[in-house]
């Protein structure tokens, strides 16, 4: 195929064009890149270096691989960058408004007004909430050969959304409906058919946002007068110093946005740790070791330095399978990555997944070694974006340590119980197409751990 440039740069700019083999318009190599991100990234790498282009899900799309070109774009000197038209291509309809599709000025008030949402007091609280729904989620599993992982840790998580991040109590019927169609709006993304037809994806996913604003509005009056200790009592609450708020539909727009961000993410989170420590007993042993040497059945928000093992294996987690693959954003204004010059109108894209994989940053990237993030070796320290799940710059996940307590919640009263198990050759069959996830949703033999019932 052959080279190209995305467009040439202004006469003595000093400017390089970016290079690239964009393929046939709209397609380019998509389904190359959905079915093999990895072999992808590096041949692109290989032959054009750290920026290039091509057409990507039917947009002309730069892609920025490595640490130095992530933290241009992600720190966005220039506001060249914009999210909210990046993201709504794939998502806006259904997370109409969420934090992530807002932008500059408008952007940083709404996010000092979430930040008082995710407080440390506040942490604590959703920590506390947190901990008997796991117990009672994790006692309904049902151990024996065939356990699939995945699916049983999105269902807890869901359940967990709903007692930590709504504070409303529903009974199953209720909680049921909200969550399916919460899992409506979140798959309405990856439609391939992009407009609204009758029982496809986009169609259910804008019925989905119809049940979940109806919910939210339905519950809000109660929220405002009464208070709580959960996320969506929090954002009703939340003012900054200088007195603002969100408004009713800022809360809708962001509990919908808020839940989304949150359940997959951990999700796959802990499914990647679930694969590891099944592939790897070693480290499941050294991590029940340390769960069992607190003995508290529940952890506390004080323990949370406790879990170092727990600690590791969830950072090498996040490095080998980032939850979120790639980071969009729109270019508003002609502008330049490293040495490059990119016009207006360009989509970008940071390919967090890919990068986490980068023999230059990473000694044998493919390999599962949470030693690698022990203050000895410290390899994420090569450069501040070579490690970075959950993005920089102004829209960096404010959800971070709260992922990190609901993680560590879950993993430690799991290891506290049970036990988990794959055949010697086992190798997951990671689906890359849309957010990563295993294709068989992780089956593991899970045992109960002696003494426990
Ligand atoms: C391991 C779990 C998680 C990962 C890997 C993750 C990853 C990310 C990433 C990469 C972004 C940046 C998106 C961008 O720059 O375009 C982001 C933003 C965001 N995340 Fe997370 N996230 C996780 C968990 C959570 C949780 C638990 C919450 C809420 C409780 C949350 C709420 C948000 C919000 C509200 C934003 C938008 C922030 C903004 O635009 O200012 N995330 N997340």
Redesign the pocket.
């Known amino acids: 195929m052959a080279t190209s440039i995305l467009a040439p740069p202004p006469p003595g700019s000093g400017l390089k064009p970016v290079p690239g083999v964009p393929g046939l318009p709209y397609i380019g190599n998509t389904l190359q890149v959905m079915r093999d991100p990895f072999g992808q990234a590096r041949k692109r790498y290989e032959q054009f270096g750290p920026v290039s282009w091509g057409w990507l899900l039917g947009q002309r799309t730069v892609t920025v691989q490595g640490p130095e070109a992530a933290e241009a774009v ?1 720190v966005n000197r220039d506001k060249a960058f914009a ?1 909210g038209p990046a ?1 709504s291509y794939f998502i806006g309809p259904f997370f109409y408004r ?3 599709l ?1 932008d500059f000025d408008e ?1 940083l008030h709404h ?1 000092r007004i ?1 930040q008082q949402a995710f407080t440390r007091d506040r942490l604590r609280a959703y920590m506390d909430a947190m901990a008997p729904s796991i117990a009672q989620g994790l006692d309904a599993w049902e151990p024996g050969r065939g356990f699939t992982v995945y699916d049983h840790v999105k269902q807890l998580t869901l359940d967990l959304a709903t007692d930590v991040f709504m504070g409303v109590e529903l009974d199953r019927a209720e909680a049921d409906r909200i969550n399916g169609a919460f899992i409506d709006a979140v798959r309405a993304g990856t439609a391939y058919v992009r407009f609204s037809v009758p029982g496809l994806r986009w169609h259910k996913g804008m019925r989905a946002r119809k049940v979940l604003e109806e919910f939210f509005y339905r519950h809000l009056p109660a929220k405002r007068r009464h208070g709580g200790d959960d ?1 969506f009592a929090a954002l009703c609450q939340a003012e900054t110093d200088d007195g603002h708020r969100f408004t009713d539909e800022d809360v809708v727009n ?1 509990m919908i ?2 839940l989304m ?2 359940h997959d ?2 999700t ?2 802990l499914t990647t740790m679930a694969y590891y420590l099944a592939k790897y007993p070693e480290w499941q042993d050294r991590a029940r070791v340390e769960s069992l040497a607190l003995g508290k059945p529940v952890l506390g928000f004080d323990d949370l330095d406790a879990l170092t093992t727990v600690d590791l294996v969830m950072k090498e987690a ?1 490095r080998l399978v ?3 693959p790639a ?2 954003r729109r270019v508003v204004k002609d502008t330049s990555i490293l040495g490059h010059h990119v016009p207006a109108g360009s989509v970008v894209v940071v390919p ?1 997944l890919t990068n986490h994989h980068m023999a230059e940053w990473w000694p044998e990237p493919d390999r599962f070694d949470p030693e690698r993030f022990a203050p000895e070796r410290r390899e994420d320290r090569a450069h501040r974006f070579a490690w970075a ?3 920089g ?8 340590h ?2 990190g307590m ?2 560590k919640s879950i993993m430690h009263q799991v290891l506290c119980r049970y036990g988990w198990s794959v055949p010697g050759r086992y190798e997951w069959p990671l689906d890359t197409t849309s957010l990563p996830s295993p294709k068989d949703g992780l089956p593991v033999h899970l045992y109960r751990l002696e003494g426990t019932r």
């Not at 710059?393 to 971070?400: D, E, P, V």
Request: glycine fraction near 10%; charged fraction near 5%.
């Open positions: 992600l999210n993201w969420g934090i992530m807002l952007h996010r979430m996320l962001h946005f808020a961000a949150a993410t951990t796959i989170t996040l980032a939850p979120v980071l969009p967090l799940p959950f993005g710059g102004a829209h960096k996940c404010i959800g971070l709260f992922a609901q993680v």
